[in-house]
């Protein structure tokens, strides 16, 4: 909410120096976040909720950041469970 009101309190200023050349740089972000999207997050169309553990697991990347059925705590990401 709040990179919302910065965006729209500078808008103005930035068209007014930048011009046509505004459009380019929210362009720019627009490519960034497709990439994100394309290369990090895993397709999940017609996965039940209860599989995404092992959506998680198998991705490149994201494999790192959760807890293998081995270590079993009941957590799959991070650490929230508390041992005693």
């Known amino acids: 909410m709040f990179f919302t009101f910065v965006i729209a309190q500078v808008f103005l ?5 930048m011009k046509f050349g505004l459009f380019i740089f929210f362009a720019f972000f627009v ?13 999940t169309k017609g996965i039940p909720i209860e599989e995404m553990g092992q959506v998680w697991r198998a991705h490149p990347f994201w494999s790192r950041f959760v807890e ?15 041992k005693m």
């Not at 200023?13 to 120096?17: A, Y």
């Not at 490519?31 to 397709?43: A, D, Q, S, W």
């Not at 081995?70 to 508390?82: L, T």
């Open 68 to 82: 293998h059925e081995d270590h079993g705590n009941g957590v799959e990401m991070g650490k929230g469970a508390i």
């Open 31 to 43: 490519v960034v976040m497709t990439f994100f999207i394309f290369f990090f997050l895993p397709e």
């Open 13 to 17: 200023t930035m068209l007014c120096h």
